[in-house]
């Protein structure tokens, strides 16, 4: 098994564009979350999915935008990227009564 | 006020210290606490995982916790160089661990032990 991926590694965009960060899992997990990492206050949970056509919002929503059309995939957009969205992001996963496994990150950085 | 504070950091100790890293948290509904090992420019990694008040010991890892202090703690014993790492304490509502995926964290005690 993979685990969990995402894609790109590393990215710089300029404000105002937007873009789609990947998140895959093969673990056939229900349960997929965003979270993004900041110096100094942890991880925050974005938006989460418990199967597929389902989402809600977690604790810093604003500015992005979330889908789940398969089990597998549960990629995050932002929509018109700003300074302030700069951070590490994390995708989890996880399958019921299981605890989280984390991707590798993704390290957006906005100018 | 945070839901979860972590003691910051950092904190350097020499190899074979014990080393003691905490969380206070005021949401009386957590119910599940873990603990999570993070290398630099990599994803978290579950470390330890509890439900209970009490210790729950891993090899040189020990949690502990005490829901009445709403407190809970991660000793290393004998620690190595390869301990070094940040470590995030989180916490969740709700059956299975993480109630729908969503943990609430403490905001990270970055870790050195040197040789």
């Known amino acids: 098994n993979a685990g969990v991926t995402q894609t790109p590694k590393f990215q710089v965009l300029k404000t105002g564009q937007s873009m789609t960060l990947q998140c895959a899992q093969d673990?056939?997990?229900?349960?997929m979350s965003w979270y993004r990492q900041d110096p100094g206050m942890g991880l925050r949970l974005i938006h989460y999915s418990v199967g597929a056509g389902i989402t809600d919002q977690g604790e810093v929503p604003n500015g992005y935008n979330v889908s789940r059309s398969t089990t597998e995939d549960f990629p995050l957009r932002l929509l018109s990227a700003a300074p302030s969205q700069t951070s590490v992001y994390f995708c989890?996963?996880?399958?019921?009564?299981?605890?989280?496994?984390f991707g590798p990150g993704t390290r957006l950085l906005v100018l | 006020q945070k839901e979860v504070e972590q003691d910051p950091g950092p904190l350097s100790v020499p190899e074979g210290a014990i080393v003691s890293l905490n969380c206070t948290y005021s949401n009386s509904a957590f119910q599940y606490f873990m603990w999570y090992r993070q290398y630099s420019r990599k994803g978290p990694e579950l470390l330890m995982y509890t439900y209970s008040s009490g210790n729950k010991e891993d090899g040189r890892f020990t949690a502990q916790v005490d829901k009445s202090s709403k407190y809970i703690s991660l000793f290393i014993r004998d620690s190595q160089p390869s301990d070094s790492a940040t470590y995030l304490c989180a916490m969740s509502v709700g059956a299975g661990g993480t109630s729908y995926g969503k943990l609430t964290f403490g905001q990270g005690t970055i870790l050195t032990v040197h040789p």
């Open positions: 989890a996963s996880r399958r019921m009564g299981e605890t989280q496994y």
């Open positions: 673990m056939n997990h229900e349960y």
